[in-house]
């Protein structure tokens, strides 16, 4: 299963078409929050139907009604999508990592620090796929590429193109 998986979009959505090319052909959607509505238009950019996103909350969502944590089973890979804010990813990815042991998650999808992670902790992946709009380091925004298989997963990130 290829999924796509977004965060930090903050309503800056140009560029999707040249995205799906990168991308190719997608299962499903993350949206790890700051402008959850954005997530139904990423889906619809990329050509994905309703059904096959799923988003969360984030800092920047306020007064926007949605999940702040969503556990997926997905090709027997548990995973957990959070925005981060709540567990302080910006100092430390400590708390979100017991958080995924708690509940026995393979990967944690996380966003809010704009920075781009795959880092492997303990049979963990603690992934950030970036910001697609404003990346707080340098070189280009970012989206990320999960691929699981028989309870296997591989990620990388996809440079976007700059210019937002």
């Given at each position: 299963?290829?999924?796509?998986?977004f965060?930090?979009?903050?309503?800056?959505?140009?560029?999707?078409?040249?995205?799906?090319?990168?991308?190719?052909?997608?299962?499903?959607?993350?949206?790890?929050?700051?402008?959850?509505?954005?997530?139904?238009?990423?889906?619809?950019?990329?050509?994905?139907?309703?059904?096959?996103?799923?988003?969360?909350?984030?800092?920047?969502?306020?007064?926007?009604r949605?999940?702040?944590?969503c556990?997926?089973?997905?090709?027997?890979?548990?995973?957990?999508?959070v925005?981060?804010?709540?567990?302080?990813?910006?100092?430390?990815?400590?708390?979100?990592?017991?958080?995924?042991?708690?509940?026995?998650?393979?990967?944690?999808?996380?966003?809010?620090?704009?920075?781009?992670?795959?880092?492997?902790?303990?049979?963990?992946?603690?992934?950030?796929?970036?910001?697609?709009?404003?990346?707080?380091?340098?070189g280009?925004?970012?989206?990320?590429?999960?691929?699981?298989?028989?309870?296997?997963?591989?990620?990388?990130?996809?440079?976007?193109?700059?210019?937002?």
């Amino acid at each position: 299963m290829r999924v796509a998986v977004f965060s930090d979009t903050h309503g800056k959505l140009a560029g999707l078409a040249r995205v799906k090319e990168r991308l190719g052909a997608l299962d499903l959607l993350l949206h790890a929050g700051d402008h959850f509505n954005d997530a139904a238009k990423v889906a619809e950019g990329l050509g994905l139907a309703p059904e096959k996103v799923h988003a969360v909350v984030g800092n920047c969502d306020m007064g926007q009604r949605g999940p702040e944590e969503c556990v997926l089973d997905v090709e027997g890979v548990r995973i957990l999508l959070v925005h981060g804010h709540r567990f302080d990813v910006k100092s430390t990815l400590q708390r979100v990592f017991y958080k995924a042991e708690e509940i026995g998650a393979h990967v944690v999808i996380f966003g809010h620090s704009h920075v781009p992670v795959s880092l492997w902790e303990r049979g963990v992946l603690l992934f950030n796929p970036g910001s697609y709009s404003e990346p707080r380091v340098q070189g280009p925004a970012t989206c990320g590429l999960l691929i699981v298989e028989a309870g296997s997963v591989q990620a990388e990130h996809v440079p976007v193109s700059a210019g937002f």
